[in-house]
């Protein structure tokens, strides 16, 4: 029997967060709501968690179903189910973890990070498309004028821009409410023997971490909750005390919300060695 153990830490908690965390025995799925600058029918924290919820659901009934088809279900299941539209809905990215039969799958959605002891995964598409509005807002907070009226005009041109990339090719792929969009997703498979931990977060976390240098992974992947959540704390207060106007690490808000996460998967021979033993 597979088997993950995860340790995790959010801020805010998970009932007043657009990421959403869900574990299972044998995996875990982190996903990020993207705040809505331009309104949504339904809100991110709506979504993210009812797509964790039916992401877990498919994942719990069949452990080793292929993540793509299981992600383009969950996609269709949760538009379905809140009455979305593809083109004027909440979106999120999506990280699913999950081991099976000696195998660790990942599949990413979006700009959450992953990072293996050789490796750092992530999802820049949205990125590269570089729109203007984006760099328009990185040169007004870099020459101080914080997080004003203009800054969030900004942002929401940048949302109706993003919105017209979103799911096509040529773009980037988002779980909003197009399921086509999971077979644009990017998979990758480890034997699970070679993998000791992964580490996982969101962009709200993983962004100021590397900015203070507190993203030593390898020492992060020994550490207990309450050191992830310390590490959050130093990032929320850094924002707030050191960066309140985004000067330094320009971002769309003072505080995004933060999530950070490390999976410890459990090979099945050690498993079933413990068993016979």
Known sequence: MSHVETASAQLPAIHTSDDK??????????????????????????????????LKDHLVHAPGADLVEVLEEAIHDVAARLDLCPGKSP???????????????LLLLGDNLVVLPEAE???RR???????????????????????AAHRAILRELQTQQAACRNRPGGYWIAEAEPAAA????????????????????????????HLHLDDWPQLASVD????????RRCENWEAR????????????????????????????????????
């Open 126 to 148: 949205l990125s590269l498309l570089d729109l203007e509005p984006s760099r328009r807002y990185r040169r007004r907070l870099a020459r101080g004028f914080g997080f004003d």
């Open 183 to 210: 077979r644009n997703a990017l998979v990758h498979r480890f034997r699970t023997i070679d993998v000791p931990w992964v580490g996982l977060a969101t962009d709200g976390a993983y962004r100021p971490m590397q």
């Open 21 to 54: 965390i869900v574990t299972m025995a044998n995996g875990v799925i982190m996903l990020d709501g993207a705040s809505a600058f331009v309104p949504v029918p339904v809100p991110p924290a709506v979504y993210a968690a009812e797509l964790g919820a039916q």
């Open 242 to 277: 050191d960066d309140p106007a985004g000067v330094n690490l320009p971002r769309a808000k003072r505080h995004d919300d933060k999530t950070i996460a490390i999976a410890m998967p459990t090979p099945q021979l050690e498993i079933a060695g413990a068993i016979t033993q």
């Open 225 to 232: 909750p309450e050191v992830l959540e310390q590490i959050l």
């Open 91 to 105: 979106s999120s990215t999506v990280t699913i973890l999950r081991e099976h039969d000696g195998w660790l799958d």
């Open 121 to 123: 995964i992530t999802d």
